[in-house]
């Protein structure tokens, strides 16, 4: 072993699974984790669809119907889609910017492991009829404390503590590592779209979370200690849970649709063999987005009857979102168009049925936009075809675009491309046969979130339809299932560069090593492994008796100093079941707070407290900044 | 059951107890027959100083939902009217600990359903059962006789007593 | 094929100060988010405000007395604050251990008012919105005053019994930054809790 | 079917109709369009040039803009069209319950306000103003072929007006999760020719009927004797409790429970049983009655025109 892998590799055994901190392992954990729950909730809509398909029908009644919609939307929104855009991030980002780990790796592994006890939390006591019972927006005072007994709601405030600090971990996390640690030469112009959409998403994570840490916290008080937030007859208010909730809400569906948007100007540019056009006009798009998002919350309240007003200008913001939204399109239309040949490779199979599907929700979303429509559309069953074409549409086949065509590198073999048709078309067919006719559903007077109908409505048709659909994604799943599994059973290993794509993540071995990079390349070029000359230099002198990786400035990626990283610990696990401990405690009784943050305290102090023989080495080789300045400028110099 | 994937039922014993489930069940109705059948004798007044009848045990005293829905009947059927919000005014408070005529459970549905000297009138006739035994977790849990986490937190209107979860307990 | 270019980093510094270092980075996201948490709360203050007819509801406006010793600690532990930050960019330990032992006197000071703070308020959370967001929006600082008092207790700990070296600086100066912060909230707070309730009734 | 967003039954809905049918033209257009240009891409031989790549790009994005502004617009004046304050309405206070809708026809004259449950009975071609408030958690009122939805809030009081153009029922549902029983918690809305309900409304102001038969005699006295006392109100008897919807017309209506059920006497009969089988979690408790005591009370019930 040479010192580079010494250096990096873990621990054997179950010690050096539970303490370690290479983004790669923590990432991979992560996508699985959030397939599990994503699976889970997917269930779950199952037995909805079967419930629904048949008028009067009994299968489930309105206490399990409940709790079944509530847990398929609470887990689908924070426990697979937001997490599993930002863990198939925390894998690749590192790779893309050609760096070895990302900037906080501890707090990378605490991250995952709360995220991981906290859908397990909510998936236990669901099996112990304590799910929660008020929908994924759980408006008050229906999840209040007079109105929803027992812990059920509690609950589902704390997965929105865990899931978010979770999520603000790997925010941070991917602003650093893009913004710090790029290889030199990779300038912001010249950083992969996908790092640019992530780094977008995070900076929307950072501001909207905070608020709907607030609005539950703030829930949880309101049942547990007797707080007055949400009581109108104490000078609370119920829509005070509704801003605070969408001010976070809405945002929240951007940073889902963003990351995919992302994936999409990787995937489809590797296989129209193209730069994608309007680089620039892509990412002023997605800043565009995120700043918008930010300022159409109150379209999900348009019925609650506030001044028209300011209805209105949250009508042109909500309008006005489709224009960067449509760029991006109409830009990748334009890519397609001056490639080469295109190759109908699974990946890019998804990401057309992104356009035929996800076009669809934004036009309906134009729709659900506009104050006067929204009044008739609103919280009926068009409302439920529209945010599964965006979420579905919009987020989920990139996402499988990006699973089959990220796959060889994590795992370092191919997915099959039959069974990748299939699984398309099936996902396809099924998708738009169980979700397109709630559209007509909702104008027919359907309202969402009714556990049953009466078969004068004539809605039974329709509904049974639409669940022969979700039957088909059901099964269009299975076949992605086994295609997984007989792939990472077959021999034969995928190259590095099996799509000949541009991108760093490409340049090392599939999967990756532990140091990601034998050496870190210098990049002159967007799309680096389809230039010539690639790389162009490599850097050299990182010392590899401790986990250094370079640390570059903001906008040039110049080489600034050089970071040690912290080593595999057993500490943020510990933490996290403390922090766990304390959240699960704190549904019972506030002085879990204060109790509960005595090993918190304890393990994050483990967690910080240097290792002395890991301190000495780090004095082996330190360099004051004060002796490394002059050092700094020669390599400007040699880098320009 | 409150189990719903009973493969997981040994795990989640282990972890969580079988308390909780208790709490959550939303009966809406119970079987007719013997379930909330008082099985003691409704008065207390025994002729003759007989030995204490074994006390029934309330259905409800660990059951969340019952207890929110008797917060939401003592309004409904004014027991405000008399008991104020719990603090007592024409009829006694009942968020004490000093009880005229016993404070368990089967002693409090007597006193419901058969009413009392004084004012306190018979509803048996007007309640069904499971609504009074509702009733009667209600009360207790005024007085903070029941476990903290199936006592109901404050209601949505003004806030004339502390929430029964808030409360001091009185054993 | 030309032999490949090499660019050597083995002289470059292993760490650095301010926005170089990638702590400055993750202190500043923490700020970030707690900040947003701050200002959101705040936002919700005043929305609470705009649906009450007199403010507060009922009885007094919290007390000025402890509220106002409390800025003025804060505001004076900015004084020990900085110059533990410079000490720790001159990486000079003795200057660094005596400023943070300062800046821990001045935060038990602090932190001693603001439990009798929290007794002068004239209000309670549970007795109308008021009290709960006037108890939320001074909770949420405590927390923040707590956690930041326990990590500058670890950190001087640390600067008296090592192991140390380099960038154990670079900590304590992340960790002014964060006090910085923790100060700077407060001042809108405080206006929020003690003002507003006089200035708009 | 009569809940309908695309059979409006009134001038209101209709703008409405229309304008979602503009905006499905649109966005058909736009979707043809840019597929089109996708398929195209897709099945290209021959590299298309940069430039002409980049003008399409450009203008698609100035169309995008231009039909974005339009649609704005369009919605814009439709709301102010909505908007207009109405003249002369018929003013009515709905306050919804978990699972049922509270109505109070408002009167100068106290004696003159008509109260009911479930169904608003309205006069034609009259525009209607409807005060909407919760008495205890959210709830939204949504008759699709009269009127877009609006939600009705604890703790405040939002406005909608309903025009109906011509008599007919017209279904709604509440489309605000409300709990258990959301799934049941419609609304009839049912317009009559304005001599026809100033008749109904005069109907509806008397007492209850008195019993004709005897068995309707001793259901009345199984009302009063029983438990219903707790929560109904039967104007013209001792019953007077406000917790549940008020039962002095009852038979006169179409549907038993928030349209749960057809109102018929069996259906009735059914409902007082064992409410908790037809619509689980209700608030009505179970009745435990004799079978001819049952039977009576569906009689009286029945006679409540």
């Not at chain 3, 960038?167 to 992340?174: A, H, Q």
């Not at chain 4, 279904?171 to 809305?189: L, R």
């Amino acid at each position: 072993m040479s010192p580079l892998e010494q250096t990096w590799a873990d621990k054997p055994g179950i010690l050096g699974w539970l303490s370690t901190v290479d983004h790669k392992r923590i990432g991979l954990r992560f996508v699985v984790t959030t397939l599990v729950f994503f699976a889970l909730a997917g269930q779950l809509a199952a037995v909805m669809r079967l419930q629904l398909a048949r008028a009067d029908n009994h299968l489930v009644g309105p206490d399990l119907y409940n709790q079944l919609f509530s847990v398929h939307g609470t887990a689908m929104m924070f426990l697979f889609a937001v997490p599993v855009m930002e863990a198939v991030a925390l894998y690749l980002i590192p790779l893309m910017v050609g760096t070895r780990n990302v900037a906080f790796p501890r707090l990378n592994a605490y991250g995952y492991w709360l995220f991981l006890f906290g859908g397990v939390m909510l998936f236990v006591v669901f099996a112990l009829n304590i799910g929660p019972e008020a929908g994924w927006f759980n408006y008050v005072p229906l999840s209040g404390p007079e109105f929803s007994a027992g812990k059920r709601s509690d609950f589902w405030a704390q997965l929105i503590t865990f899931t978010e600090i979770s999520a603000l971990i790997g925010a941070i996390q991917i602003i650093t590592t893009a913004f710090k640690m790029r290889a030199p030469g990779m300038t912001l112009a010249r950083m992969p779209l996908f790092v640019w959409a992530m780094v977008v998403t995070s900076f929307m994570i950072v501001f909207a979370m905070p608020s709907v840490m607030l609005a539950s916290t703030f829930l949880i008080t309101d049942r547990l200690v007797s707080t007055q937030f949400y009581n109108p007859a104490e000078g609370g208010d119920v829509l005070l849970w509704q801003h605070l909730f969408w001010f976070f809400g809405h945002p929240e569906v951007y940073i889902i649709f963003v990351p995919a948007l992302g994936m999409i100007s990787e995937i489809l540019p590797t296989f129209a063999r193209r730069r994608v056009v309007g680089y620039v006009a892509m990412v002023v798009a997605l800043v565009t987005i995120a700043f918008l998002s930010f300022g159409l919350w109150v379209h999900h309240m348009f019925t609650t009857g506030l001044p028209p007003l300011g209805m209105s200008f949250f009508t042109a913001a909500s309008i006005m979102i489709a224009l960067p939204t449509g760029l991006q399109i109409f830009c990748w239309i334009a890519t397609l168009a001056t490639g080469k040949r295109v190759q109908f490779a699974a990946p890019l199979l998804f990401v057309i049925g992104f356009f035929f599907i996800f076009i669809i929700g934004g036009l309906t979303g134009v729709m659900l936009g506009a104050t006067t429509l929204d009044s008739q559309l609103h919280d009926s069953y068009f409302v439920v075809a529209h945010l599964h074409y965006v979420l579905i549409g919009g987020a989920v086949f990139p996402l499988f675009g990006g699973f089959y065509y990220w796959f060889p590198k994590l795992t370092g073999r191919m997915l099959s491309e039959r069974a990748g048709r299939w699984n398309f078309w099936l996902f396809f067919v099924g998708f738009n046969v169980a979700f397109f006719p709630m559209h007509i559903l909702g104008l027919q007077g359907m309202p969402r979130r009714v556990y049953t109908y009466s078969a004068a409505s004539g809605w039974e048709n329709l509904n049974l339809l639409s669940t022969l659909g979700a039957f088909t994604i059901a099964v269009s799943m299975l076949v992605f299932l086994v295609n997984v599994v007989m792939s990472l059973r077959r021999a034969g290993r995928a190259p590095h560069n099996p799509w000949n794509a541009a991108t760093l993540e490409w340049a090392t071995s599939s999967p990756p090593p532990a140091y990601n990079f034998a050496t870190i390349p210098v990049v002159n070029s967007r799309t680096p492994l389809w230039e010539q000359k690639f790389p162009m230099a490599e850097v050299t002198g990182l010392p590899d008796i401790l986990p250094t990786v370079l640390v570059t400035r903001l906008h040039d990626a110049e080489p600034d100093h050089v970071a040690i990283l912290p080593t595999p610990s057993l500490w943020p696990f510990l933490a996290a079941i403390a922090t766990t401990v304390m959240f699960v405690g704190s549904v019972f009784t506030p002085w879990a707070v204060v109790w509960g943050a005595v090993p918190v305290g304890i393990t994050l102090i483990g967690w910080f407290w240097p290792d002395k023989e890991e301190a000495a080495r780090m004095l082996s080789i330190e360099v004051k900044p004060s002796e490394g300045e002059a050092r700094v400028v020669a390599l400007r110099e040699a880098l320009s | 059951m409150c189990l719903r994937f009973p493969e997981l039922a040994a795990v989640l014993l282990a972890m969580t107890g079988v308390a909780g489930c208790e709490r959550e069940q939303r009966r809406f109705s119970e079987p007719s027959g013997d379930a909330l059948t008082i099985t003691t004798p409704l008065t207390d007044i025994e002729a003759g100083g007989q030995a204490q009848p074994a006390v029934a045990k309330s259905p409800y005293d660990e059951n969340a939902f019952a207890i929110s829905e008797g917060q939401r009947l003592f309004e409904w059927f004014n027991c405000s009217g008399c008991h104020a919000h719990g603090g007592g005014a024409l009829g006694p408070a009942l968020m004490d600990d000093v009880w005229i005529y016993g404070s368990e459970p089967d002693q409090i549905y007597s006193t419901i359903v058969q009413g009392r000297p004084n004012g306190m009138p018979a509803f048996g006739a007007r309640i069904p059962r499971q609504q009074v035994w509702q009733l009667v977790a209600f009360v207790r849990s005024l007085s903070g006789g029941l476990r903290k986490d199936v006592e109901p937190g404050r209601t949505d209107s003004m806030q004339m007593r502390p929430a029964p979860s808030q409360t001091q307990d009185n054993p | 094929m030309t032999a490949r270019s090499t660019i050597d980093v083995s002289r470059l510094p292993t760490y650095a100060f301010g926005h170089r270092s990638l702590m400055w980075w993750a202190t500043m996201g923490m700020i970030a988010i707690e900040g947003t948490v701050f200002a959101i709360a705040i936002v919700a203050y005043f929305y609470l405000r705009g649906q009450s007819e007199a403010w507060p509801p009922s009885g007094a406006p919290p007390d000025l007395l402890f509220g106002t010793i409390n800025t003025v600690i804060l505001l004076a532990s900015g004084i020990p604050n900085h110059f533990a930050a410079r000490a720790a960019e001159r990486e000079d330990l003795r200057s660094v251990r005596l400023w943070m032992v300062t800046c821990l006197v001045m935060a038990v000071a602090f932190q001693v008012v603001r439990a009798l703070e929290f007794t002068t308020l004239n209000t309670h959370w549970t007795a109308n919105a008021y009290g709960s967001i006037v108890f939320a929006l001074l909770a949420l600082h405590t927390t923040h005053l707590v956690t930041d008092f326990i990590d500058t207790v670890v950190l001087t700990v640390l600067m008296f019994t090592g192991p140390l070296n380099g960038r154990r600086f670079v900590d304590v100066s992340e960790n002014a930054d964060y006090w910085w912060f923790v100060l700077a909230a407060w001042i809108p707070i405080y206006f929020t809790i003690y003002l507003v309730p006089r200035l708009f009734p | 079917m009569n809940h309908q967003v695309l059979a409006p039954a009134g001038p209101l809905s209709s703008e409405i109709a229309q304008l979602f049918w503009v905006f499905v033209a649109v966005a058909a257009v736009v979707y043809l369009l840019v597929i089109g240009f996708l398929v195209a891409a897709l099945r290209r031989r021959n590299e298309a040039s940069m430039r002409t790549a980049l003008r399409t790009v450009s203008v698609a994005v100035a169309i995008t803009s231009v039909i974005l502004l339009g649609l704005g617009l369009s919605d814009f004046f439709a709301g102010r069209a909505l908007a207009a304050t109405p003249h002369d309405p018929l003013r009515v206070r709905v306050t919804a319950h978990q699972w049922w809708w509270e109505i109070e026809y408002s009167d100068a004259q106290p004696a003159r306000r008509v109260r009911t449950a479930n169904e608003l009975r309205i006069p034609t071609q009259r525009p209607i103003e409807l005060e909407l408030t919760a008495d205890d958690v959210i709830h939204s009122f949504w008759v699709p072929s009269l009127q877009g939805k609006k939600d009705l809030l604890p703790g405040y009081t939002t406005r909608l007006d309903l025009i109906a153009s011509r008599a007919g029922v017209y279904e709604g549902q509440c489309a605000e999760f409300c709990g258990f029983q959301h799934a049941h918690m419609s609304i009839d809305v049912i317009a009559l020719e304005p001599q026809a309900f100033t008749a109904w409304y005069d109907a509806q102001l008397s007492a209850a009927a008195e019993p004709q038969n005897p068995v309707a005699a001793h259901g009345r006295d199984v009302f009063l004797g029983s438990t219903c006392v707790m929560c109904h109100n039967i104007q013209g008897t001792d019953a007077s409790a406000v917790a549940g919807p008020d039962l002095t017309h009852i038979a006169s209506r179409r549907r038993l429970a928030a349209g749960t059920v057809p109102n018929n006497p069996a259906n009735l009969a059914a409902w007082i049983r064992d409410p908790q089988a037809l619509k689980p979690g209700t608030h009505m408790p179970a009745t435990q009655l004799a079978g001819d005591d049952l039977a009576a009370l569906a009689a009286y019930l029945s006679e409540l025109r």
